[in-house]
């Protein structure tokens, strides 16, 4: 019987890891490289729409500002800041307006988050990358797929994002059923494999 390994290498800041799969399995090399990594990437859109937000202009003077520029909830917001800020994305910077204190928020680095992550080679050709939203990226993937892209999508928009659009997709006909197969195998390599990183039990990525 033989198998087939896969080494997809990624780099964040200074530090790489390695991930490998086997055949059914994705073994990390470094659990806590691993981890980490997956905790600063795995954004969801509206986490990335307020990173992009506050990128655009450089300091938002409150979180109750932030939450009127991009459209939803104070209270969703204000989580959203607290996690981005505890894996060190956007600082809070408290200041006095008029006798009254309130709470900025900027970016904690100088390095701007791209929209969507670097891939192996580029699948959309149409138009520039940087105006292609995040369900038709992920989708543009899936239609083609790799270990290594999907390992990217995954880090970047969060493995639930790449998982809903995947389903989308199979409810809608726009995968072909080998295709679809083969994302189905590949999003469960890499389930497993953070799960084992994680320390959490992995469950069977299904189309419904």
Request: with cysteine.
């Amino acid at each position: 019987m033989s198998t087939q390994n896969l080494s997809v290498t990624f780099g964040i800041d200074n530090n790489r890891f390695e991930v490998f799969s086997v055949k059914s399995s994705c073994l990390p090399c470094s659990y806590e490289d691993l981890r980490m990594s997956h905790m600063t990437l795995a954004l969801t859109g509206k986490q990335q729409d307020i990173v992009d937000h506050v990128s655009r202009l450089g300091r938002v003077e409150s979180i109750y500002q932030l939450s009127k520029l991009v459209g939803r909830p104070y209270r969703r917001v204000y989580d959203h800041v607290r996690h981005l800020r505890d894996v060190g994305l956007v600082k809070l910077v408290e200041t006095r307006k008029g006798g009254r204190r309130q709470t900025s928020v900027e970016l904690a680095t100088q390095k701007v988050r791209p929209r969507h992550p670097e891939l192996s080679y580029n699948r959309i050709w149409s138009c520039p990358v940087e105006k292609v939203d995040e369900e038709t990226f992920i989708a543009s993937v899936l239609t083609d797929p790799s270990f290594e892209d999907l390992m990217a999508c995954v880090f970047h928009y969060g493995q639930d994002e790449v998982i809903r659009v995947y389903r989308l997709m199979l409810e809608d006909g726009e995968l072909k059923p080998l295709i679809a197969a083969e994302c189905g195998r590949i999003l469960a390599n890499i389930e497993i494999g953070i799960a084992r990183a994680t320390g959490k039990n992995a469950a069977p990525v299904r189309p419904h």
